[in-house]
């Protein structure tokens, strides 16, 4: 991450501009209290410091950015800011629609959208496009009782 | 300079810093060897 990732232009701006980076050594405490097990693992927290989003091993700069921007919603949906996820989410599958990011991040934009509504087409809507262009995926699976809405 | 990361090294810290920037953090475990 250090060699590739983190030096590329795209990714440190991001970082800067939307999140507080910390890099802690695997063999601290801190890595002790998170469970830490395997590096690189990255973690995004929000700011009272609880965990949301966990990833272990490489990403390239490609990945990352979606990766950290379906941190930053999820960071939302866990804590009912529906439309808040909607809008990280809606900005992940318009600028990375092909990142390894993309599936999860439909189905947990189709679910947003749903608590946001209280309508259950999303949910439908969100299987359809999974089953469409990710139909191998774990998230489009997960998506098929919403199907026989 | 610009394209650079500028980390935190310790968590209240980051986490005094993100609360008053209203930001997620981004914490990396990371092993230099």
Do not use: C
Not at chain 1, 7 to 32: C, G, H, W, Y
């Amino acid at each position: 991450m250090g060699a590739v990732t983190y030096p590329n232009e795209k990714v440190a701006e991001f970082v800067m501009n939307r999140m507080v980076p910390i890099q802690v050594l695997a063999d601290s405490p801190l890595a002790t209290e998170f469970k830490v097990t395997w590096t690189p693992t990255i973690t995004v927290l929000d700011y009272y410091g609880k965990e949301h989003h966990r990833t272990v091993g490489f990403f390239s700069p490609e990945e990352f950015i979606p990766s950290m921007l379906l941190g930053m919603g999820k960071i939302d949906f866990d804590t009912d800011q529906f439309n808040d996820a909607i809008i990280h989410f809606d900005t992940l599958l318009k600028d990375y629609p092909k990142s390894a990011a993309a599936p999860e991040t439909i189905y947990l934009r189709g679910v947003s959208r749903y608590k946001a509504s209280h309508d259950a087409k999303p949910l439908k809507e969100a299987y359809e496009k999974l089953k469409a262009d990710y139909p191998a995926s774990e998230w489009a699976r997960r998506a098929e009782p919403y199907g026989l809405l | 300079m610009a394209h650079e990361i500028i980390w935190e090294a310790e968590l209240n810290a980051a986490l005094t810093r993100a609360q008053a920037e209203k930001k997620p953090v981004l914490l990396d475990f990371f092993n230099p060897g």
